[in-house]
């Protein structure tokens, strides 16, 4: 191996890719080496030389071993989810979709330096998903190649109903601390992603992180839909343009008909853009406040956007990021304090009885 040693490669194969079981295989049969091995995470030990025969066994006789335990963990991990639900509700991530029922407004520039800035100045655990399956552009905002690892490899195994506990198997780690799960690399292949499957890797990326942002599509279909039922916050992101305000308040009336009223947030893009619209108009055409507002910079944002860097952390400074960082400690803050009113009921609740 000419990069690193089997041990290491051990240790970095079991953190990264926790359900592959190790088998390793060398000339080394030393009682520390063998034993350094088992601490990075080998399941079996064969000392060079050995048969085929021998091989094949081990292999079976780890891989029957490992199934039998991750059906003993998968209860486990039913039986302690089942009870995290009914003891602590807020334990889940956060799932924040960003969506817009027009184009080029600007979700994919949110969604993405939204995602960076919840790590790098909130110090989140995030996961960032591309919603936009056919033509997703997170990959190249984040300088990352879908054909490393995507959502193409993720979803026939979840539709063969494997346990997909390694969803992580399939996010990619960005620079930023972010994890990334990416769009296919190819349009044809997200016919092969389900409402039902995306459903099921949301609620896992929601269990291992404090928040997964998804930078949806821009046309409504049973998949979109899935994500905006499961989503704790919407942000709907528009512009000063009259085609946009149009489709944002359609899009308003179709939410308040599926009761997703309480959770959207609109986001006006390119705020400070003096084309003959102002904020008020908008407001008093959708006939809802604006929560959130983020400036246009375009050499900042599409700067960034060429060379893969997102602009919060390229370019801090700037008024762009400010208002992004502003955004992400509003989303974050508002859930804080939702927690922290629940502990206060708790405790209320607790003291009561006491007195009781
Ligand atoms: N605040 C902004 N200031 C300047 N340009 C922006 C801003 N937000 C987005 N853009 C530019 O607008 C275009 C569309 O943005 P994008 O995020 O791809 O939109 P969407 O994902 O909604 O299709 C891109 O070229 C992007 O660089
Ligand atoms: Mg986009």
């Known amino acids: 191996m000419p990069d690193m040693d089997g041990i290491t490669a051990t240790e970095r194969l079991s953190s990264q890719v926790p359900s592959a079981a190790v088998v390793m295989m060398s000339v080394q049969g030393e009682a520390d080496y063998l034993r350094r ?32 335990k991750a059906g003993r963990a998968s209860a486990v991990a039913a039986a302690v989810a089942l009870g995290a639900r009914n003891h602590e509700p807020t334990s889940e991530g956060q799932v924040v979709a960003v969506f817009s029922p027009k184009g080029g407004v600007g979700r994919t520039t949110i969604a993405v330096n939204l995602a960076v800035a919840a ?28 054909k490393d690892k995507s959502m193409a490899e993720l979803v026939p195994q979840l539709e063969e109903g494997r346990d ?17 799960l990416l769009a296919p690399p190819s349009p044809e292949m997200a016919e092969l992603i389900t ?17 997964v942002v998804i930078d949806c599509a821009a046309w ?5 839909l899935g994500i905006l039922d499961q989503a704790d916050v919407v942000l709907t992101v528009l512009t000063l343009e009259i085609t946009s305000i149009k489709n944002t308040r359609l ?35 959708i006939g809802r406040k604006v929560d959130h507002t983020i400036v246009s910079d375009g050499r900042a944002v599409v700067y960034a956007l060429n060379r893969g860097v997102p602009f919060v952390l390229s370019n801090r ?29 708790t405790q209320k609740g607790k003291s009561l009885f006491a007195w009781r």
């Open 37 to 68: 091995s088992m601490l990075a995470g080998a399941r079996e030990f064969l000392v060079k030389p050995f048969s085929s025969d021998e091989l094949t066994a081990s292999i079976r006789q780890v891989y029957s071993r490992e199934r039998e």
């Open 119 to 146: 790590a790098s100045e909130l110090g989140k655990k995030v996961t960032l998903v591309d919603g936009s399956f056919q033509f997703g552009d997170v990959a190249v905002l984040l300088n990352l190649n879908p």
């Open 164 to 180: 997909t506990d390694s969803v992580e198997a399939f996010t990619q780690t960005h620079s930023s601390g972010i994890q990334v």
């Open 195 to 211: 409402p039902a499957g995306v459903k099921h890797v949301i609620e896992i990326l929601r269990q291992h992180s404090d928040l």
């Open 220 to 224: 409504f279909n049973d998949t979109l």
């Open 251 to 285: 899009f308003l009336e179709v939410a308040e008909q599926l009761g997703y009223s309480h959770k959207i947030r609109l986001v006006l893009n390119r705020a400070d853009t003096t084309l003959g619209i102002r904020v008020a108009d908008v407001e008093h055409s």
């Open 317 to 345: 400074e700037s008024q762009v990021s400010q208002d992004v960082f502003r955004l992400a400690a509003s989303i974050v803050g508002n859930r804080e304090s939702h927690e922290e009113e629940d502990r206060k009921a």
